[in-house]
């Protein structure tokens, strides 16, 4: 059995990370579908140029790069299923927006793409800003395991601010992966992706190289 893990990591906080993580052929098309909604929803924001934004901007805006960082999960999702089975099991944030609410069903994309980006008055750094939506506030993230039962992702047992409880039993008898680059010590899906080698000798490099299946 696997579990998919999906935390709320720094990996992401690295421009060169962010720009080879864009060019893995199931987060491009991830990134497509998400900006349609935005664009259909009025909100304006360049997603694939603000993920692949100097780090000065990118985490200028908590929210916006955990939304970001959302998405990207979603489509490293894709191509873990492609690659193999689903998981038997889902673990992640269920008291904000996060990829698990998608996958398990509690949310649509466009309903992701709603509470991301939720209008209110605007904090100072955006102030001068006129038509810039504000992203909901931050919150301490809950985690929750999810249960594949015939085709569905349902949560099982309670929510924990320590995924570390949540984690525990699972370890035992699962292969636990971390989506993404792995940290914590978990194993993450790219270095277990024997395709995406290609990802590691990209980093730190200023030009990146085209996607690869």
């Given at each position: 059995m ?20 864009i ?10 579908e ?8 009025q ?8 993920i ?5 901007v990118?985490?200028?805006h ?16 894709e191509?873990?299923k ?6 038997e099991?889902l ?45 909901t ?22 929510e ?40 590691f ?13």
């Amino acid at each position: 059995m696997s579990t998919l893990v999906f935390d709320v990591h720094t990996s992401i906080h690295f421009q060169d990370v962010r720009m080879a993580l864009i060019r893995i052929p199931e987060v491009i098309q991830k990134i497509r579908e998400v900006q349609e909604i935005l664009d259909q929803s009025q909100v304006d924001m360049d997603l694939s140029n603000f993920i692949g934004s100097d780090d000065s901007v990118f985490l200028k805006h908590y929210r916006k790069k955990e939304f970001a960082g959302i998405v990207v999960q979603l489509g490293l999702f894709e191509r873990y299923k492609r690659k193999g089975d689903a998981p038997e099991n889902l673990v992640g944030v269920t008291n904000s927006i996060s990829a698990v609410r998608v996958l398990s069903g509690e949310i649509t994309l466009q309903q992701l793409v709603e509470e991301a980006f939720k209008k209110s008055a605007p904090k100072k750094d955006e102030a001068n800003l006129p038509g810039i939506p504000v992203l909901t506030g931050i919150q301490i993230p809950k985690f929750k395991q999810f249960k594949l039962v015939e085709g569905n992702y349902v949560p099982y047992g309670d929510e924990r601010v320590d995924l570390k409880n949540v984690l525990d039993p699972l370890e035992k008898q699962d292969l636990v992966y971390e989506v993404g680059l792995g940290s914590s010590g978990l194993k993450g899906t790219i270095e277990n992706d024997s395709q995406l080698s290609w990802f590691f000798d990209q980093l730190g490099r200023e030009n990146g190289v085209a996607a690869v299946n």
